[in-house]
């Protein structure tokens, strides 16, 4: 798709100046307010933290017992520092906050490997080494998202920085094509396309091409050739409908660093790519989030994905007025209002957060107006969305082959007045373990904490052979999707035909219908809440939501779960419940 592109781009590259640097104070001056004060707090709490030391103890702890959380929240930290002393400085151009920039830009580039060690390997799913090897760098998702800060961070400080250490402007420069431009160029990382194409690809992508293009690298041009191989590769493993198989949360690595690579190449090459942005599949996958979002920060959840997904902000609405869409550009500024898309405390990609203070002015200034939601149904993922003015019901079908997936195969959500009511859970903090052969062992993406039944206790298995077969969907005021789910499971569940239906009547219930068929001797069916239900003699009742109504149910019994991961707290209250449900051929549930 983009090949034609690259052979009619200039000899000569454009500048690539994507925002105002710190010389620009009518630009930086002239931020509103609330935004410049917003930008100047973070900054004095990133001059009180200081920046936390790394260690050799830090990097191994990954290899010696999975530990992911440690090591990355000392890194994390410290390129959310830079972050918000950057944009203070801009901010304020005084002075007070480079000695301290110049201290983290020079801390990142003493740094052995800017890879994460659960990332530190050349060869994808391979165990990682423990310690990087300084002699031939790693490029993760990370080592090019630092070469980006670290160029943003020239790009917006030149000048001061130039009068203060010029000598470490000429350090981060070594660094970017010692770690980021050779390793790109001249090596072969899996995420580049290799038919195993995921958001790696894009995320590396768009990043590698940030820290070329800002600091005005020679290499750029060659660069842009590479980029727009695997940006190809990208496009051509992903499906027509747009559909982003590993969820919301990694739309945001996803869809839109597809965009900002597609936005960079257009930029330097005065226009070339233009053409990209009325192609279809581009287009779908840029409005995947809409259709997704339910309200506020809640979104339809699959797989890894939270159902706290993030607030849409300036890339999206970017991303919206690049391929004309009104609807998903007022989705995201409305979410970046509502959510101070200005203020992002926790990215670490300087660019994001330079563009989004950049955007405020065109965003505040829209009118915000009601937005109409469509159900979709999304025919190559097999992903079918209905909703009112009540409920948003969700059904995954597809197989339990896809990128970052549980085994949920045919399992459905629903939210009542915006609040969950049947949930997804998500998954825990990542360790090793997460993704490793002992993935399925986690309880998290296990069938049986899904809304799924177990067969004589067997649950569904991995892979692209277990699966929704003749899936078929219907949008409209009787609004359903049924399936064949019994090659979901293995053989030794006895299955013969596994049949669910999912109906939302608009206006009046969600009605959930299974038939069982085989050799199994019980069933016991699985109802995720996130509020403990009661068992009534018709059925549940969750108290504030609803009821589900239970035709075929013989006996009822609700377990408590204790949430202490602080990555399922940050969606879920401190327990969550499941209903086990022992049924017989056939289970009806209607749910008001």
């Known amino acids: ?40 707090a973070r900054g004095d709490e990133a001059l009180d933290a200081g920046f936390p030391y790394i260690t050799a103890s830090d990097w191994l702890s990954y290899s010696r017992n999975g530990d992911r959380a440690g090591f990355e929240a000392k890194y994390f930290a410290r390129r959310r520092g830079l972050c918000a002393l950057v944009l203070a400085e801009c901010a304020q151009a005084g002075g007070r906050y480079t000695e301290a920039i110049i201290n983290h830009i020079f ?38 998202e630092t070469g980006a800060l670290l160029a943003c961070a020239v790009y917006l400080l030149k000048e001061p920085l130039t009068e ?17 431009a050779h390793p790109y160029l001249n090596g072969w990382f899996w995420w580049m396309g290799d038919g195993n194409t995921n958001n790696w690809t894009v995320w590396c992508t768009q990043n590698v091409l940030y820290a070329l293009f800002l600091g005005g690298s020679p290499l750029a041009k060659d660069a842009c050739v590479k980029a727009a191989a695997s940006i190809d590769a990208f496009l051509d493993g992903y499906a027509e409908d747009g559909c982003c198989d590993e969820g919301a949360m990694y739309y945001r690595h996803a869809g839109l660093c597809l ?59 970017l991303f919206a007025k690049r391929i004309g869409d009104s609807e998903l550009s007022a989705f995201a500024a409305a979410d970046y209002i509502g959510g101070k898309g200005w203020d992002l405390p926790d990215e670490i990609n300087l660019f994001y957060r330079t563009q989004a203070v950049f955007a405020a002015r065109t965003i505040r200034a829209l009118p915000i107006t009601d937005m109409r939601r469509r159900d979709a149904w999304y025919p ?23 990128g970052h997936n549980h085994n949920d195969a045919g399992s459905f959500i629903l939210y009542k007045n915006g609040k969950p009511f049947i949930i997804d859970i998500g998954v825990e903090t990542y360790t090793a373990k997460t993704f490793s052969p002992e993935r399925y062992k986690i309880w998290t993406m296990r069938s049986s904490w899904h809304n799924l039944p177990d067969f004589d206790g067997i649950e569904q298995q991995a892979g692209d052979a277990f699966r929704a077969r003749d899936v078929r969907a219907s949008l ?28 939302l009547v608009k206006g009046v219930c969600v009605k959930v219908s299974d038939m069982y068929d085989g050799g199994f001797a019980s069933v016991t069916l699985n109802l995720m809440f996130s509020v403990r239900p009661v068992i009534e003699e018709w059925g549940l009742e969750l108290p504030g939501l609803g009821k589900l109504r239970l035709t075929g149910a013989s006996n009822i019994t609700i377990e408590e779960v204790g949430i202490t991961d602080p990555k399922l707290r940050q969606a879920w209250p401190e327990c969550i419940y499941r209903a086990r449900i022992v049924c017989g051929k056939a289970i009806e549930i209607d749910i008001t």
Request: a negative charge; glycine letters at 8%; hydrophobic letters at 40%.
């Open 164 to 180: 203060r250490c010029p000598a470490l402007l000429e350090r981060v420069d070594c660094e970017i094509e010692r770690r980021v």
């Open 476 to 503: 409209g005021y009787i609004s359903s999707c049924e399936m064949e789910l019994a090659g979901a499971w293995p053989e030794t569940a006895r299955i013969r035909s596994y049949k669910r239906r999912v109906t």
């Open 259 to 317: 965009f900002g690579a597609l936005e960079a190449l257009d930029t330097v090459s005065g226009g070339v790519f233009a053409p990209l942005w009325r192609v279809p599949k581009i287009r779908n996958i840029a409005r995947y989030i809409l259709d997704v979002h339910v309200d506020g920060d809640y979104y339809i959840n699959l797989g890894d994905c939270s159902p706290k997904a993030g607030r849409a902000g300036a890339r999206e609405f």
């Open 1 to 40: 798709m983009l090949e034609p592109y690259i052979n009619k781009m200039p000899e000569r590259l454009a500048e690539f100046n994507p925002f105002p640097s710190v010389a620009d104070r009518e630009a930086w001056d002239g931020l509103q307010g609330d935004i410049k004060e917003c930008i100047i």
């Open 107 to 144: 801390a990142i580039c003493e740094e052995s490997g800017w890879q994460l060690p659960a990332h530190n390997t050349y060869i994808r799913d391979t165990p990682a080494l423990p310690l990087p090897d300084v002699s031939r760098p790693v490029l993760d998702l990370f080592a090019c």
């Open 380 to 402: 190559d993922s097999e992903l079918y969305i209905a909703r009112d003015g009540t409920y948003c019901l969700a059904v995954n079908a597809g197989s339990n082959g896809v």
